[in-house]
């Protein structure tokens, strides 16, 4: 396969999240973003999922760079684990630099860090790369054209067609339109929205309808973001100074990204538009503006807990208008849900998605893909940054557009799509897949943990303890049972002592015919297990842990 | 407060879920609704939460009757835990009656069951009911008028105004009115969807769209939707006769429910309509219609199964057409969204909510609470089936229309209420709260169990075993180390014999100062902890399990 142009998606396939794909040509590959991605509900006390590197690792000596299309987490939050095995080059815009450096200054990682501009043309090996601008719901995001020995492929990042983007910097058409004049071999698109009829509506849009809200407020106004959405801040900065309010920042993340957004020149508003938390007492009400993460109800963002009663500095009052600008991300709903009504019940008018449209999304909707299209005309696509369902409704859109079923490839993690100057195939695959992060520890959560720890979350746990002399066939200690998480052990007293009872029943009798530990166990454990079920209907894990008596 | 009409809502109050309404007159108490809700995320194990009827038990005697609206699980789910302990006569409409029986069957519990019809009055002691018609997702729902010696309260049960309900029953505007002009003292109204503007859509008007959906598909239809929607279900009947399909009933609780309401005569259809599942093979694609369950994204269910591949008959293939005639309740839009995927890509067409409008709600919007305010006027009102933001949006519409803010009461789960001819306030409050349900146990799982299974579920556990001898401050046998959903035990051996170390030097040196259990215990547990954070950042329950060495 030496003369062709590999592509081999590590993450973001079939997924919305952990975004990595891989181009290789010959000897060289440069790997487009490095993200996470947040846990299923039932992956208990995983922190994060990323991409399984394993491809990359066996292929160390030819990975030359990492190139990133924007800051998002889904995009570069794989990054720090990613660098420590992997430590090459990472390329990106200045914004996307900015906040990637604030993360690894967090895990202690030194990398060598190229900032890159839209328009830029970069030339890493056979490879040349250059940087379009697109529009998306964080600033400085960039789309890449791969130009390679066996053709061009347009990788489009996240992004939408936003005819009045809060910078004035629209997508870079004229650079689309270049590249499908002069014949694009293959595109990678954004296929998030590729169900959602018409145009995505223009980040402007959300700025007027805070005007509005802005305008008729009587007392403090809240207003809950993506830290990350500097655009959607910018307009909150913009709206409260037309009112004569003043904006304070709340909340990890969201001081953070308004710190390195404004360093770098991408947020603008007068010093006097900005307040202190702590000054916040000498304003009236009419005149604060509190900007603060928890747009998805997350536990311990800010404003879960002004909902909560506890934070340090701010309490909701009656009067306050809280406005959720955002959509709850699938599977935060309910959490979502739950602030919205402790802010009620504290006396907050609450403003969401739904009642006033205070949220547009990033993410370019059918028409946008169709003119995408249009302007590029590329002879195979593969549809990304989208689930079974969006991939599949890309594919149908094309359809409709005139393309060919072949057209369009249907691509998971760790396929290896082969292009040749006129073909585009699927040709086998390589190991990819989840790594799951839990606290320090990378990949050393796995089904086996996962499977014990939901067993342990529906039924908790029964320890059986015995010390035994097998030798003599005699019970030395226990048997003791200790539960957690299985039932109330004050109302259970019977229930328990029955079960020790039955145990120590069971041990006796077993040491009577078997020496060996697993067969001990074994005698112990199914009896139990039965006996539990049968009075409660519950299978909590069971634990014998029988003990030799030392022989000193 | 002798002469003095009560209400103590043990359910349903700042919650949607497991409703259970108390009114109480002197000496006489009469229930209306017993349900049960699905547990919150955090719940973890728990199958159901059902009210807490410390109160009814305490006043056993004077409760006099159950009286049902409708046959929904949040009204009467939890009546075979509350019969048990509370043997009284039921009340409800046939279909509602029918339904419960099938619960109370499969609990072995024989009640007091008594049919009442829409327009029926039913006297129990000082109270004389009116039942009145209303609209609502499943069909024979009804309100209640309850007249006292105080005055009358307005039950209105979960209802909507459709103008044209399926069955051609409209909700009973005549005595809604009649009400109104006798004087109605207090009403205790549905906020479900309090924050909606305008009105619910019709349930005929997912008809039209089954028209639309049922003419273009090309292969089998799948449809599915709650079990208990009997009239969507004679929707798709009706639709596939007009195509000339058959349908066939897949999952449990849908063949059951449409059994009791086809034998009830709730549901209707040529028998030519009916194909039971094993004949489908018989016919071709395009004359199969299949009313599943699943519509929840239920791992269980028939749907999830046939788009997991793993049901026993049917296998989704391409041509397959399946609507989801529902939207998610919140907390499973990510179950559903999978099993939309997984459905793609076996090849079906996927319509749900949002793509074509498959589904209506069953509860009242805004307009229609105006509306059915205007036609009572009651002098107080009680916001019910709603969480505290659907309470404050009811209360805020009342304001809109003229009400005084006093003339809405904020009412909790356990607040007692009371009514004068001329006041209503909240007066005390009594024990209310929620009862976990978890196999056969019914409260025996409460907070310590919960917060257990909760650290179980992100760290795992960590077993510690030993023998001791304490008079002569000896380890017997052990310590040895077990733990599950911990870590990846294989690749972690180094860490688990560091710990074990850790732990026999910590247990014998405490045997040198100590002798009772909770300092050995703890003399064990602190420096372990403190070792596997340091090394991981994680925090397992660790169970220090010592035995004392049999003395014979």
Known sequence: MSDKLLLVPLGGMGEIGKNMFVYQYRDEIVVIDAGLKFPEDEMFGVDYVIP????????????????????????IGA???????????????????????????????????????????????SFQLTCFHVNHSIPDS?????????????????????????????????????????GVLGMLSDATNAHRLGYTKSERDVGKVFEDIFGKAKGRLIVASFASNIHRIQQVFDTAVRFRRKVAVVGRSMIKNVEVATELGYLTYPDSAYVEIEELDSLAADRIVIVSTGSQGEPLSGLTRMAAGSHP??????????????????????????????????????????????HVSGHASREELKLLINMTRPKFMVPCHGEYQH???????????????????????????????????VV????????LVDGIG?????????????????????VVAATVDRSARKVIAGPDIISRGFVYVKESEDLLSQAELNVS??????????????????????????????????RPMILPVLLEANRN
Chains 1, 2 share one sequence.
């Open 52 to 75: 399984n590197i394993t491809y990359l690792l066996e292929n160390q000596a030819k990975v030359k760079a990492i190139f990133l299309t924007h800051g998002h987490e889904d995009h």
């Open 79 to 125: 990054l720090p684990y990613v660098l420590k095995q992997l430590p090459v080059p990472v390329y990106g815009t200045r914004l996307t630099i900015g906040l990637l450096k604030i993360k690894l200054d967090e895990h202690n990682i030194n990398a060598v860090l190229k900032e890159v501009k839209a328009g830029e043309e970069v030339k890493i090996g």
């Open 142 to 182: 960039i789309g890449l054209a791969i130009k390679t020995p066996v053709g061009t492929i347009l990788h489009t990042g996240d992004f939408k067609l936003d005819q009045t983007p809060v910078d004035g910097k629209v997508t870079d058409y004229f650079t689309l339109t270049r590249l499908g004049n002069e």
């Open 313 to 358: 500095r701010i309490n909701i009052v009656p009067g306050d208008t809280v406005i959720f600008s955002s959509t709850p991300v699938p599977g935060n709903e309910k959490l979502v849900s739950k602030v919205i009504d402790s802010l009620s019940k504290a006396g907050a008018r609450v403003i969401y998605q739904g009642i006033a449209d205070v």
């Open 391 to 425: 991939q599949a409704a890309f594919s149908d859109l094309a359809q409709l557009m005139g393309y060919d079923a072949s057209a369009v490839l249907s691509v998971e993690n760790g396929h290896v799509v082969e292009f040749t100057p006129d073909s585009a195939r």
């Open 428 to 435: 086998g695959s390589v190991t990819a897949g989840s790594v």
């Open 442 to 462: 990378v990949g050393d959560v796995g089904n086996v943990v996962l499977r014990d720890r939901q067993q342990l979350a529906a039924d908790g746990v029964m």
């Open 505 to 538: 029943v069971a041990l006796h009798k077993a040491l009577q015919d078997h020496t060996d530990w697993v067969a001990l166990r074994n005698a112990i454990r199914e009896p139990l297990a039965n006996f539990l079920y049968e009075k409660t209907r519950r």
